[in-house]
């Protein structure tokens, strides 16, 4: 069974955030697109994706 986590897209946490959850297992992380609670989101993606190598990342 496949299991993911949310991650806010903040500049300073979502890549240790991404990190930690690919370390601890879970197979995927989608970064929330808010614009009232929210940064960019594509840029926290690339952020994460220079983090992991295997955790699948989406936005929602």
Do not use: Q
């Amino acid at each position: 069974m496949d299991f993911g986590t949310v991650v806010f897209a903040r500049p300073n946490s979502c890549a240790a955030e991404a990190k930690l959850a690919e370390e601890c297992g879970f197979s995927h992380a989608w970064v929330a697109d808010s614009h009232m609670m929210a940064g960019d989101v594509y840029m926290c993606l690339a952020l994460m994706a220079a983090a992991t190598s295997r955790i699948r990342l989406g936005t929602g």
